[in-house]
């Protein structure tokens, strides 16, 4: 773990008869407290000089330094091509709890952070029965006709009883937030009139996105905005849901050097920001800069910001943008122990708290995947671009050229936790599963689109990725072709399936259950409407039945341990808390090399049992087949099963009129394209 000194106690801090203010700065020569007024924060009504100690902690005290008071930073330093000091402007306190917007900027707030939680603890979901709902706080309840209109697109509405009752209806466990720091949009969006929607450029790391309150809370101020964010999660953890945060410590919203400086910047450019040594930016976030964690004022910053959320906030988890930059050493590699990543893992206050990382950035080897150390939760995309291949781009190879270009090989290893990614002491909850996330084509739009379709983000389509392992399965976009349609639906339900029945962490995109659609654009970053806001009446008939699948599938992930593996199977051991698995092809005998990797073989039945040392015996079988012609599948023959029980079966809506009981070695036919899920008796 860091160090607690020197950097101790860095913001504002409360003494018995005064507040005291400090501020880490490695190059500064000089550095003012300015205290605002009350009535008119764009005046300055007294600038106090602050003093500078061995370890680069400015300091400065005073009795108005208290809740209520609006301040400010003043810096002066050298100049040079890695400096941008300007001791006339005002900054904002890095650590400041509440800000306030004026009609000059931003200023720093001195924040009462009392709150009663009324005995309220955090649900501490166990991560083998964890499903992550990933939402916007916007765009989630906008919409909503259940949600007081008042309270329409924010904390609050989270928090009402209505969104409440679906999430749990879901069945979903830990709702994902986008970032909710206090962020603003770059300057080139706004002067093409546009925002930052999703929320990835954040202006302050301790305070929540005041425009996400509800009216009233906005009108009550800075405190009020926080208690009602804290009142949203005490409400979702009273129902038992969870509450992690997407948080980007990677860059700031200061952009690249022609950017706004509010607060870095003009604090120690040249320490807390990477740079060549003529003074250009090192960018490995493609956000114009990258925070430099070699610098231990930049690992507490985060370690600070971490623990005030999850303990003064009562947050659950942490989602990392970006998070190989968080790892890079002062040569800009990525270093998996890397003393920062280490010590979010060992932090005495950061216990039981679920770190996930986006294992990944763009910089020069950015790309991480399985190598952060144990502990850490990683968004897995090979899952997603394998899982997107098997269902969509083979099936539309297979049509144009007769054949699909892969067995189903792939597929099974990521049915069974990607243990070929994550090592054996890891295990298959290191990864996060996932289909589609906020960043690319929705579910509905993977089988909607072969490209995307950005021309409304005012970057010609230029932006957003062109690799979408996508199909449209015959027309580009809506249509009334009801063979099209359905193609589609099976689809959705296949991708769906295999989300919510693999082993790992799995994590839905808000809409997804029901198929929401952002007519083929892939990167809706910058689009605050109904383009990118949750829908929640007028849907289709095809929707609601998609809805009730995803709901089913929840609750059959839930009841069958089996799908829910904690560690990897051994061959010829019993592993705690792992499954036992048998692979079986299509005619019941034990999986070949061929049929692993044949395109023409594209067959597979899983059979998995859990081991009873916390939830009862369970075993299911997985028959898994991807051709669109359809197959006559033998069930297996297994030591002590005597029958099996159709679950579910992607190509029909419902299992009324079907057969659902099935003995070892019966034959059945399994439709093209499809996936069926058996319990094992």
């Not at 600038?47 to 209520?68: E, K």
């Not at 899982?387 to 990521?414: C, S, Y």
């Not at 499954?579 to 092809?585: A, F, I, V």
Request: aromatic share 8%.
């Amino acid at each position: 773990m860091l160090s607690a000194d020197p950097l101790r106690n860095l913001g504002v801090t409360q003494h018995s008869r005064e507040g005291e203010l400090r501020v880490w700065s490695g190059n500064a020569k000089a550095m003012d407290l300015v205290l605002f007024d009350a009535v008119d924060p764009d005046w300055a009504v007294r600038t106090i000089p602050m003093t500078r100690d061995a370890a680069g902690v400015w300091s400065a005290r005073s009795r108005s330094l208290r809740p209520g008071q609006h301040y400010g930073i003043r810096v002066d330093g050298p100049t040079g091509p890695t400096h941008s000091f300007d001791a006339k402007r005002d900054l904002l306190d890095p650590y400041a709890r509440g800000l306030v917007r004026t009609q000059k900027g931003w200023r720093s707030y001195v924040q009462d952070d009392a709150f009663d939680w009324g005995g309220i603890e955090k649900p501490r979901i166990p991560l083998d029965h964890a499903v992550i709902y990933e939402a916007h706080i916007k765009g989630l309840t906008k919409l909503s006709p259940h949600v007081p209109e008042d309270l329409r697109g924010t904390y609050a509405g989270l928090a009402h009883e209505s969104t409440i009752a679906y999430l749990k209806d879901l069945g979903v466990t830990t709702v994902e937030l986008l970032p909710v720091h206090q962020f603003v949009s770059e300057q080139r969006l706004l002067k093409q009139g546009l925002i930052n929607y999703w929320g990835y450029n954040t202006l302050n790391y301790f305070t929540p996105h005041s425009a996400y309150a509800s009216r009233a809370a906005q009108h009550g101020g800075t405190g009020a905005v926080l208690r009602e964010f804290k009142g949203m999660v005490r409400l979702l953890h009273e129902a038992g849901l969870e509450v992690v945060l997407d948080v980007v410590y990677n860059h700031t919203a200061e952009e690249g050097p022609e950017g706004p400086t509010t607060s870095f910047r003009g604090i120690d450019n040249a320490s807390y920001y990477r740079h060549t040594d003529d003074g250009r930016y090192v960018d490995t976030t493609g956000c114009g800069n990258t925070i430099d964690f070699s610098l231990p004022a930049a690992q507490r910053l985060v370690l600070d910001s971490l623990r005030y959320w999850a303990n003064e906030v009562q947050i659950d988890g942490f989602r990392f943008d970006l998070a190989a930059t968080l790892g890079r050493d002062e040569r800009a590699h990525f270093d998996p122990e890397h003393p920062l990543l280490q010590a979010i893992l060992d932090d005495p206050q950061l216990q039981g708290v679920k770190m996930i990382a986006e294992p990944w950035d763009v910089g020069m080897g950015g790309w991480q995947v399985g190598n952060f150390p144990r502990g850490y939760l990683e968004w897995n995309d090979g899952y997603r671009d394998r899982v997107r291949d098997f269902w969509l781009t083979d099936v539309r190879a297979a049509r144009e050229h007769g054949v699909a270009p892969r067995g189903i090989g792939p597929l099974g290893r990521k049915l069974a936790g990607s243990n070929h990614v994550f090592d054996h002491e890891r295990g298959p909850l290191a990864g996060v599963n996932f289909v589609t996330a906020h960043d690319g084509f929705t579910l509905a739009d993977l089988t909607a689109y072969d490209v995307k379709h950005n021309l409304g983000n005012g970057e010609d389509n230029r932006d957003g990725t062109n690799d979408n392992h996508s199909f449209n399965h015959g027309a580009e976009g809506p249509t009334g072709d009801t063979e099209i349609l359905e193609g589609r639906c099976k689809a959705m339900r296949n991708l769906l399936g295999t989300l919510l029945l693999s082993a790992g962490v799995p994590m839905i995109t808000a809409g997804d259950e029901f198929g929401r659609s952002q007519r083929g654009n892939n990167n809706a970053y910058c689009h605050d409407s109904e383009l990118t806001w949750m829908q929640w009446d007028d849907r289709a008939d095809w929707q609601d039945e998609l809805l009730e699948v995803s709901r089913h599938l929840l609750q059959l992930r839930r009841e069958n341990p089996a799908l829910r593996p904690v560690r990897f199977g051994r061959l010829g051991e019993t592993v705690p808390s792992s499954n036992q698995m048998d692979w079986y092809n299509k005619e019941g005998l034990v999986m070949t090399g061929e049929d692993w990797d044949s395109p023409a073989e594209r067959t597979l039945q899983y059979l998995a049992a859990s081991t009873p040392e916390v939830e009862e015996f369970n075993r299911i079988l997985l028959v898994v087949h991807g051709l669109e012609e359809e197959v006559t599948v033998t069930l297996p023959e297994h030591e002590d099963v005597t029958g099996y029980t159709l679950l579910w079966d992607s190509a029909v809506d419902m299992l009324e009129d079907v057969e659902v009981e099935h003995g070892p070695g019966s034959e059945l036919v399994v439709a093209g394209t499809s996936m069926q899920l058996f319990r094992a008796h």
